[in-house]
Nanobody
Framework: QVQLVESGGGLVQAGGSLRLSCAASGRTFSRYNMGWFRQAPGKEREFVALISWNGGYTYYADSVKGRFTISRDNAKSTVYLHMNSLKPEDTAVYSC?????????????????WGQGTQVTVSS
């Protein structure tokens, strides 16, 4: 079992920045590839970014490429999502997830463990 807890969400103006954190406990964090997903009201869950177990590979949704950066610190069992140039359409609940699928996946069905999510609201 892996327990994931997100933090760092909040209300920010368009153009602003936030850093989300996802702290893991339980099984060895460095075994897992990690992903961030988001879900806006009335919409399906959407892939945002992923990072491989050692941080050597990252992949982003086109909608956030160049604005968001995913990183991890295995010594702290934490994955981060740095969000810059935020837009109102980035408003959603952001969740982190863990998978053992090689190099990760943009499919939420590939992930075994999920956090409870943190709300990000971007005002115009």
């Amino acid at each position: 079992q892996v327990q994931l807890v997100e933090s760092g969400g909040g209300l920010v103006q368009a153009g602003g920045s936030l850093r989300l954190s996802c702290a893991a406990s339980g099984r060895t964090f460095s075994r897992y590839n990690m992903g961030w997903f988001r879900q806006a009201p009335g919409k399906e869950r959407e892939f945002v970014a992923l990072i491989s177990w050692n941080g050597g590979y990252t992949y982003y949704a086109d909608s956030v490429k160049g604005r968001f950066t995913i990183s991890r610190d295995n010594a702290k069992s934490t994955v981060y999502l740095h969000m810059n140039s935020l837009k109102p359409e980035d408003t959603a609940v952001y969740s982190c997830a863990a998978t053992t699928v090689v190099a990760g996946s943009d499919d939420p069905m590939a992930y075994d463990y999920w956090g409870q999510g943190t709300q990000v609201t971007v005002s115009s």
